[in-house]
């Protein structure tokens, strides 16, 4: 399954402390694989959301994982130490179809 995070950060936050954090959350063990980007600069289009800040994607081997990540230590500081740098967050989960 895959965890989506899109991030819209308030201004004149600390977007390193926001990285490092993030970056974090794709070395926790049962993260498959995970990656932190930042809005690409590519043409605007009528189908192109470019209203967000960072993009967080998180692969789990299944359902389990995910809920066990939700309530690792490193989530919660992550949570905890950003919340407040965000003004809007939305995350799409997804499960593979095959």
Known sequence: MTHNVYFWIKEN?????????????TQIDIVESGSLGRNAPTPSREVTDKSFTYHLSLNF????????YQKHLAHKEFVTKC???????L????????
């Open 13 to 25: 936050q600390n977007l390193k402390d926001f990285e490092t954090l993030a970056l974090k959350l």
């Open 61 to 68: 081997l299944n359902l389990e994982n995910h809920d066990l």
């Open 83 to 89: 919340n407040d740098m965000w003004e809007k967050v």
């Open 91 to 98: 995350v799409y989960d997804s499960e593979s179809i095959n």
